[in-house]
């Protein structure tokens, strides 16, 4: 099976890249897309231009594609690139939202490709220690949601944050995956990775929300 990626270099993204490695997929590229809109209900956005230090980590090409801000519009150029590519299909990272899963199969269908989501429904809380246990080093690069104050800006994940978002979830009922748009993530380091990013940011935060602003990022 030859399929591209779907890649924002954030937790679930990065995982379900290497579950399809470990299925024994040959994934020929990963595509990230840069959306003009900073609060895009499909794509990632904060730090995503650290993709470009992701892949050539992991060693693969990447392929960007820019998106207008307008909702429904910004799934046509990554359509028109998904049908260029030799693949089978395209994983993605869904885990739970019928949003982003429904338009990513309608895209696959258009462009004449299978749809892959080897992560879609599977309990998020187990799913996070899983990541961690392996050695992903999750980054939160995002705050959006009551209990998530500045101070996790910047955090990489281990099991107290973890255990820190179980009761935050009891608390406040947030997602502890971030499904509900409560936090962005990027994958700084793991085992498909050959080199860890290192990075130089600064914390970016209003009111009730924020988000990193890289300054400097390099291969260790």
């Known amino acids: 099976m030859k399929v591209a990626a ?56 990447l392929v960007e594609v820019v998106t207008p801000p307008e909702p429904e519009v910004e799934l046509i ?32 269908q258009d462009a004449g490709i299978k749809s892959f989501a080897p992560l879609w429904h599977k309990n998020p809380r187990e799913l996070l220690g899983d990541m961690v246990d392996q050695g992903f080093e999750i980054m939160i690069v995002g705050c959006m949601a009551e209990g998530l104050d500045e101070k996790w800006l910047g955090r990489v994940l281990d099991q107290k ?8 979830h009891d608390k406040y009922g947030i997602h502890v995956a971030g499904e509900g748009g409560e936090y962005e993530s990027m994958v700084i380091g793991g085992p498909h990775m050959k080199r860890r990013i290192c990075v130089d940011y600064e914390k970016e935060w209003r009111v009730h929300s924020g988000k990193i602003n890289v300054k400097k990022a390099w291969l260790e």
């Open 77 to 108: 150029p990554l359509k028109e690139t998904l049908a260029k590519l030799d693949v089978d299909g395209i994983v993605s990272g869904a885990l739970a939202s019928e949003y982003q899963r429904r338009r990513l199969d309608q895209i696959c």
């Open 161 to 168: 944050a973890l255990a820190e978002l179980d009761k935050l």
């Open 6 to 61: 779907l890649f924002s270099g954030g937790k679930d993204s990065s995982y379900a890249v290497f579950i399809a490695q470990h299925y024994g997929w040959e994934v020929s590229h990963l595509v990230t897309v840069f959306s003009q809109s900073p609060e895009s209900y499909m794509y990632h956005v904060p730090a995503v231009e650290l993709t470009r230090l992701a892949a050539q980590s992991m060693g693969l090409p």
